[in-house]
């Protein structure tokens, strides 16, 4: 399943994740599908494009970065806003 990034990672946005991304599927706010109202200032993953390197949870400063089924129950809405940013929908696991 692929990487998602949370709260933490708000207002730091610090790019360390997106210089290592070997698929660049890491993209800045302003460079999703979300409208301008709903775009938080952090980076987002695109879920499809995502590989499960790993590379970006390593990365980061502030343990911004999950895997999907391993986000902590008090950001799963960060999840759904992933898959929202890119206009995909949250593959549900049973
Ligand atoms: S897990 Fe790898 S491919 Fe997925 S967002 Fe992180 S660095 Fe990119
Ligand atoms: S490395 Fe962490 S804090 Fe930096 S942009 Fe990526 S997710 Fe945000």
């Known amino acids: 399943m692929p ?3 949370t709260e933490p990672c708000i207002d730091v946005i ?3 994740c997106r210089d290592l991304c ?3 599927c890491i993209y800045l706010p302003q460079e999703t599908r979300l409208p301008r109202e709903h775009q938080r200032n952090k980076m987002y993953v695109n879920p499809e494009e995502c590989i499960e390197c790993d590379a970006c949870r390593d990365a980061c400063p502030v343990g911004a970065v999950y ?3 391993q ?3 008090a950001w799963q809405s960060y999840v759904a806003a992933e898959y929202a940013a890119f206009g995909l929908r949250q593959n549900v696991q049973s």
Request: charged share 35%; glycine share 6%; net charge negative.
């Open 22 to 24: 070997p698929v660049n």
């Open 67 to 69: 895997r999907e089924e």
């Open 71 to 73: 986000v902590p129950e």
């Open 14 to 16: 610090d790019g360390a």
């Open 3 to 5: 990487y998602i990034i």
